[in-house]
């Protein structure tokens, strides 16, 4: 295993041409600040160049996979409201087009909770694999905001347009026994099985032909990519109005009051 320069909240560890990114904020249940979505930006774009990986592993530390948007940091960012909106926007719209643009294969482990942006960029994995305790959560509206990370496409498609709009629209919480029922997940393990059952078999994909597995991909996609592209733009253009609104203001300020009391 070779080492890799370590992002400040990602941990990234090579074995053979097998890439894991592990997301280690634990402090903050792996939440994503905007430097920590530019850093998985940056390392899926690396690895997308890199003729040593094959496959890219995106996992969390400890119980979490991750909880999301990292809030108390942007609404701490420095500039005016208008310029902090303006760069995260565009930070994320970056990061969302590093998933949908990798070549490669790209592996979720959700090894616990994925809220907001984790779930939403997790299910633009090639593959999802879920621990038994993990859960899918996108709580948008509950914070007077949108659809983001192309879920607005990627959820219909995978779910259907009931079971999405329930996720999108109604905050429903789904455990990972739904999401293999719902084609969100192609298996469901038990936490301590993740490494002693899943990862060796994650190494032995590592050994595939990569030149085999990038026609096969670009096949599977072929109708998608543009597709995904065109939702992170209309979602991306959405969310900047949606932040500007008094009501979704009103429910960020009250999200950071209960946290504030925890």
Not at 25 to 47: E, V
Not at 147 to 167: D, I, N, Q, V
Not at 243 to 257: G, R
């Amino acid at each position: 295993m070779a080492s890799t320069k370590q992002p400040a909240h990602l941990k990234l560890e090579r074995f053979g041409t097998v890439l894991r990114v592990t997301i280690n904020n634990p402090r903050k249940k792996n939440a994503l600040n905007k430097q920590t979505y530019q850093d998985i930006g940056d390392t899926l774009n690396a690895a997308n160049k890199d003729d040593g990986v094959n496959v890219v592993v995106l996992t969390g530390t400890g119980d979490f996979y991750s909880s999301g948007n990292d809030m108390v940091s942007a609404v701490a960012d420095e500039g005016s409201v208008e310029e902090k909106l303006a760069r995260g926007n565009a930070i994320l719209r970056d990061m969302v087009r590093a998933f949908i643009s990798f070549d490669k294969l790209l592996i979720a482990i959700i090894n616990g909770p994925a809220i907001g942006i984790a779930a939403t960029t997790a299910l633009l994995c090639d593959v999802v694999y879920m621990s038994d305790t993990a859960y899918i959560y996108t709580p948008f509206t509950k914070l007077g905001l949108c659809a983001e990370g192309c879920s607005s496409y990627t959820f219909p498609l995978l779910m259907g347009r009931s079971k999405a709009s329930e996720m999108l629209l109604l905050n429903h919480r789904m455990t990972a026994q739904e999401a293999l029922q719902f084609n969100v997940t192609a298996l469901v393990l038990k936490r301590d099985e993740i490494e002693s059952k899943l990862w060796p078999q994650i190494l032995e994909y590592g050994k595939l032909p990569i030149g085999s597995i990038k026609a096969g991909k670009m096949l599977i996609n072929r109708f998608q990519r543009e597709k995904l592209y065109e939702a992170n733009d209309r979602e991306t253009e959405a969310l900047m109005d949606r932040y500007q609104t008094e009501e979704s203001m009103n429910a960020v300020m009250e999200f950071m009051m209960r946290k504030s009391k925890m």
